[in-house]
């Protein structure tokens, strides 16, 4: 299921609890020594989150260089691609439905979910651009 989502080479995936982590092999054996003796809360890259047996991609592995070739990937004109990082609503006409990364200038940008009638937009909240831009 993983490999649909992301290259593993050279990556041991992890599950704490519900949540997939991509760890780099030759820092394993470190990462599992800490994660024996402290209260970790976050290592290695995040590749999603485990919910009703289907994987929700993470920002993270949108963001890292690990996603797959396989990914759907939606190029998105500039007045989208701000919409989708202000956590607007957008409308992409004929879009496939599924998990799809959104991008702008072939830079990936984030997660969309397509669905039949919406897009859910998946990028981080916190991440958002609040402001509009102000015209002198």
């Not at 996603?67 to 989708?84: F, G, P």
């Not at 702008?104 to 831009?133: A, C, D, F, S, T």
């Amino acid at each position: 299921m993983i490999s649909s989502w992301a290259r593993s080479a050279n990556n041991e995936l992890i599950q704490v609890n519900d949540k997939i982590y991509a760890w780099p092999l030759t820092l394993f054996d470190d990462f599992d020594l800490l994660l024996q003796h402290l209260r970790i809360i976050y290592s290695g890259t995040l590749l999603g989150e485990l919910a009703h047996k289907k994987l929700i991609p993470d920002h993270a592995l949108a963001m890292s260089t690990m996603l797959a070739e396989t990914i759907a990937c939606t190029e998105l004109e500039l007045s989208q691609a701000i919409a989708y990082l202000q956590k607007n609503v957008i409308e992409i006409p004929g879009s496939t439905p599924g998990w799809q990364l959104a991008a702008y200038n072939e830079h990936p940008l984030g997660w969309m979910n397509v669905l039949p009638n919406r897009i859910n937009n998946y990028y981080p909240k916190e991440l958002r651009i609040l402001k509009q831009k102000i015209n002198n």
